[in-house]
């Protein structure tokens, strides 16, 4: 049975879905597992991903629409109950040659101790926070 505790401490040691310690996660998933994003700017990404591998597609396609930018960090995690995770998460990427980082609440919800589904929901507007460029990107 899933706790608030247990969940907590899962999304806090939760790879980066970019990094290849992901797949280490994999079996943590259900095989059913839902990906919903909601992005208005970013509409070609707006749908539901199926399964792990769907997921792992959206990052995929995210790394390409960022050129190999996008990362993402983890501010808060909040259970709420026994079912549900919200993560205050702090994605950051250079865009149409901004670089930037934003907010993103993104709600999970575990069943029977697997990540059955998760809803995306980045800030959009007052949440977006431009970077400074590295020297390489500047160059």
């Keep these: 049975m899933n706790t608030p505790e247990t969940n907590v401490a899962f999304f806090a040691n939760l790879p980066a ?7 280490q996660v994999r079996s943590s998933f259900a095989e059913d597992f839902k990906w919903h994003y909601f992005n208005e700017g970013l509409p070609e990404l707006n749908k539901t991903y199926h399964g792990f591998d769907g997921w792992m597609q959206f990052f995929k396609d995210l790394a390409e629409k960022t050129g190999g930018t996008f990362n993402v960090g983890m501010r808060n995690i909040h259970p709420i109950g026994d079912e549900l995770v919200v993560v205050h ?18 709600v999970w919800r575990v069943v029977d101790g697997k990540i059955a589904e998760a809803w995306d929901i980045p800030g959009l507007n007052s949440a977006i926070r431009p970077q400074a460029l590295s020297p390489a990107e500047s160059a």
């Design 17 to 23: 879905p970019t990094s290849p310690e992901i797949e």
């Design 89 to 106: 998460a702090l994605p950051n990427m250079t865009l149409d040659g901004m670089s930037l980082e934003t907010d993103a609440a993104v």
